[in-house]
């Protein structure tokens, strides 16, 4: 089932070609990475979703309905381009934000209250924005974000200022939403991230879309037929069609190696050449990383 739905997607700004023909499918409750250099098209693409622009041609649907601006109070948009009021305090603030996504006051406070304590920012509920610091902050525009508990959620840049320990508390939190059958789009460069959160990705490069489907699918896609081995023997030479890449001992009597095959040689050929040769402890494919796969599209 299709929660949002972008149908060839044009933009262009004074000759400028923002977004060419671009399209792309999020599926209910799913958490999709968009992708994609300085440039791209990625912020373009995200502020038409959200009608901040319109676009030159095609159309946004959502739940199968043609984009209207009373489905953007099913939505949370994080913008990279944070836009706190700083004299504002902060729980004045998120009521006001939750009143305009059109929570009732009684409701509203309850709710600010549990996220205010979820991320240990209650002590400082009185205090202005401006006086907090950028990751605390942060934390307050997330929870804007999310306080009116939209059906669609959409990231830019969430982990943009924030330490390792505030990163993963706020990805566990992406991910607690997800469990709870929030739909997720998330725009990052943070591409471990990407790995950890995201089962399907859409990449944009140079205004259109090149690269779109299942993260595990794709790995595959791109993959060089590498295998990282690790055995009690020391191999001076292998069958023909497979490279030796890399060469180290692990420790006294193991030794590591990177291999890479032919494309056409399946890796039984590799490993029973190995077995014949010595005590196989370890033998895995390697998959190229998401960040290996945007290197190489984008390069």
């Not at 942060?138 to 929870?143: D, L, P, Y």
């Not at 460069?189 to 990449?203: A, D, G, I, P, Q």
């Not at 193991?254 to 005590?279: S, T, V």
């Amino acid at each position: 089932m299709t929660l949002l739905q972008a149908e060839h997607i044009k933009k262009a700004y004074e000759g400028h070609v923002a977004l060419d023909d671009v399209s792309l499918t999020v599926p209910h409750a799913s958490i999709v990475g968009l992708l994609g250099p300085n440039g791209a098209g990625k912020t373009s693409l995200i502020r038409i979703i959200n009608q901040i622009i319109l676009p030159d041609a095609g159309r946004v649907l959502f739940d199968g309905q043609p984009m209207e601006r009373q489905h953007l109070e099913q939505m949370g948009y994080l913008p990279e381009e944070r836009g706190l009021y700083k004299k504002m305090q902060v729980e004045e603030h998120l009521l006001y934000l939750a009143r305009l996504k059109g929570l009732p006051a009684k409701e509203a406070k309850q709710r600010i209250r549990h996220w205010l304590e979820r991320f240990e920012l209650m002590k400082w509920r009185n205090k202005k924005v401006e006086e907090l610091s950028k990751g605390m902050q942060q934390k307050v525009q997330f929870i804007a974000t999310v306080l009116h508990r939209p059906r669609l959620v959409i990231l830019d840049e969430p982990f943009s200022g924030f330490d390792p320990v505030n990163a993963e508390i706020v990805k566990d939190e992406i991910l607690e939403l997800n469990r709870q059958g929030t739909t997720i789009m998330l725009s990052t460069h943070r591409m471990e991230s990407v790995e950890e959160l995201c089962k399907h990705v859409v990449m944009l490069h140079a205004s259109r879309k090149v690269l779109d489907g299942s993260t595990r699918k794709i790995r595959r896609r791109f993959k060089e037929h590498v295998f990282e081995v690790h055995m009690a023997a020391d191999i001076e030479a292998l069958p023909e069609g497979f490279s030796l890449l890399d060469k180290k001992t692990v420790e006294d009597g193991l030794w590591a190696y990177r291999i890479q095959g032919a494309e056409h040689l399946p890796p039984n050929d590799l490993l029973r050449f190995l077995i014949d040769k010595g005590q196989v402890i370890h033998f895995e494919e390697v998959l190229p990383s998401m960040k290996d796969i945007f290197i190489k599209l984008v390069s």
